[in-house]
Nanobody, 120 residues
């Protein structure tokens, strides 16, 4: 089972980006999916997650600007990021709590990270 994140890049303050993270492999089921980020010199922080029933929760730092969504048919989670600020510069990681067909679970899986740089 693996997670593949994409969509990072460089954007000016006030701009938007959309991240994607697709799960693949021997998946039996996916519970929650979410996003974390790690800014330079800082610890990794949780920013949002979405449950299998569609319940969403956000960190205060991104509430009202970021939107998480999920396509269950594609095993993919998205992060729409609007009004990006300098403080949003970070490596963004997706994660998912999944049950694999090949090992006991559920377990938490992580994507490889995608860099988002906000600069003028």
């Amino acid at each position: 089972v693996q997670l593949q994140a994409s969509g990072g890049g460089r954007v000016q303050p006030g701009g938007s980006l959309r991240l994607s993270c697709a799960a693949s492999g021997s998946i039996f089921s996916i519970n929650a999916m979410g996003w974390y980020r790690q800014a330079p010199g800082k610890h990794r922080e949780w920013i949002t997650h979405i449950t299998d029933r569609g319940y969403r929760n956000y960190a205060d730092s991104v509430k009202g600007r970021f939107t998480i969504s999920r396509d269950k048919d594609k095993n993919t989670v998205y992060l729409q990021m609007n009004d990006l600020q300098l403080a949003d510069t970070a490596v963004y990681f997706c994660n998912a709590e999944m049950i694999s067909t090949t090992e006991p679970g559920p377990n938490m899986y992580w994507g490889q990270g995608t860099l988002v740089t906000v600069s003028s």
